[in-house]
Every structure is written in structure tokens, then in C-alpha cells.
């Protein structure tokens, strides 16, 4: 399975935060927040929770796992 941050951008950006703001809060850099919100990759579960509680909402409301298809 493949972690990944779906719903981050949509709810970042309904919450009212600027990409910056939220780094700014979490204590991430830029380029780490566009890295989870296009699904290049995933923060660590500190970070993750960090990244949840700014926005007040349940982890699980961003974080969602797919299945990696395997190709033939």
C-alpha cells in the first residue's frame, strides 16, 4: 500500500492556509509541502500529525491508502 496525502491541498486551502502559512506552522519547507500534496512522497508520522492538528482535522481525512497496481 501507498500512503498518500489526497485530500492535503483541498482542505489546506478550505482551512484558509497559504502553502507558506502552513509550512511556516508546521516547520516544513516548501518544497516538502508540494512533494504531499502531489504525492511524490510522504512526511513522517510526527509530521503528518503536525500537519493535521494545523489544519484541525483527523489525520485519516487527509491521509489515505491505496493500493500500489502491480502492471503485467
Known sequence: MIPRFLH????????????????????IERSSLYRYETGLSFPDI??????SNALQVRIQDIWDLEEEKETK
Open 8 to 27: 492535503l491541498k483541498e482542505i489546506r486551502s478550505r482551512k484558509g492556509f497559504s502553502g507558506i502559512a502552513l509550512c511556516d506552522q508546521v516547520g
Open 46 to 51: 510526527r509530521i503528518a500529525f503536525k500537519i
